[in-house]
T-cell receptor, first 119, second 117 residues
Framework: AQKITQTQPGMFVQEKEAVTLDCTYDTSDQSYGLFWYKQPSSGEMIFLIY??????QNATEGRYSLNFQKARKSANLVISASQLGDSAMYFC????????????????FGKGITLSVRP | GAVVSQHPSRVICKSGTSVKIECRSL??????MFWYRQFPKQSLMLMAT?????????EQGVEKDKFLINHASLTLSTLTVTSAHPEDSSFYIC?????????????FGPGTRLLVL
């Protein structure tokens, strides 16, 4: 089964509006971490936001917030006040802490979502 | 935030040659670094986990002799694509794990575009 599921093929949003990018995950671990990364056309992976499974509050970083619904196993990214520079591919990722050792701690990525911001 | 550099950013080589890609953590020490491969419009595929001072751990299906990884210091890991062929053309990205007071984060390098002719 897929660990991280991102099913939206592509998203469009008008500049200055908010947009939600969906991510669901599958794990049997109680302790895990969820990440969102942005990848513009240049290719670099930019870390956006992190949510730990035991964090009681949803993570926020500037215009980015994570809508964490543990029971539903979803970790949607909300981008408020979209900007043209937000156009990029967005990846949701998870690290299961059960394998938290130097050798085995690794991120599992979803397929990504392409976001296009319209002026 | 932490910075990870990669060199070169782009390389074109002839089939049969070897290519070395360097990954450096610039302002933190990384005992663990990761190497990914990404095809256009697709997700990142983990190739191997590189541990400082020990052998890399390769993912299933990744040829160890084809993709040589050396993590000689806490700030440098190298990936060597040996006897490169056109099917090795891809975008290679490294990342380094930073463990700080606030927890653990994985920072990525800018990537290396490899084109094998």
């Amino acid at each position: 089964a897929q660990k991280i599921t991102q099913t939206q093929p592509g998203m469009f949003v008008q500049e200055k509006e908010a947009v939600t990018l969906d991510c669901t995950y599958d794990t049997s671990d109680q302790s895990y971490g969820l990440f969102w990364y942005k990848q513009p056309s240049s290719g670099e992976m930019i870390f956006l936001i992190y949510q730990g499974s035991y964090d009681e509050q949803n993570a926020t970083e500037g215009r980015y917030s994570l809508n964490f619904q543990k029971a539903r196993k979803s970790a949607n990214l909300v981008i408020s006040a979209s900007q043209l520079g937000d156009s990029a591919m967005y990846f949701c990722a998870m690290r299961e802490h059960r394998f938290y050792t130097g050798a085995n701690s690794k991120l599992t990525f979803g397929k990504g979502i392409t976001l296009s911001v319209r002026p | 935030g932490a910075v990870v550099s990669q060199h070169p950013s782009r390389v074109i080589c002839k089939s049969g040659t070897s290519v070395k890609i360097e990954c450096r953590s610039l302002d933190f020490q990384a005992t663990t670094m990761f190497w990914y491969r990404q095809f256009p419009k697709q997700s990142l595929m983990l190739m191997a986990t590189s541990n400082e001072g020990s052998k890399a751990t390769y993912e299933q299906g990744v040829e160890k002799d084809k993709f040589l990884i050396n993590h000689a210091s806490l700030t440098l890991s190298t990936l060597t694509v040996t006897s490169a062929h056109p099917e090795d053309s891809s975008f290679y990205i490294c990342s380094a794990r930073d463990i700080g007071p606030g927890g653990e984060t994985q920072y990525f390098g800018p990537g290396t575009r490899l084109l094998v002719l």
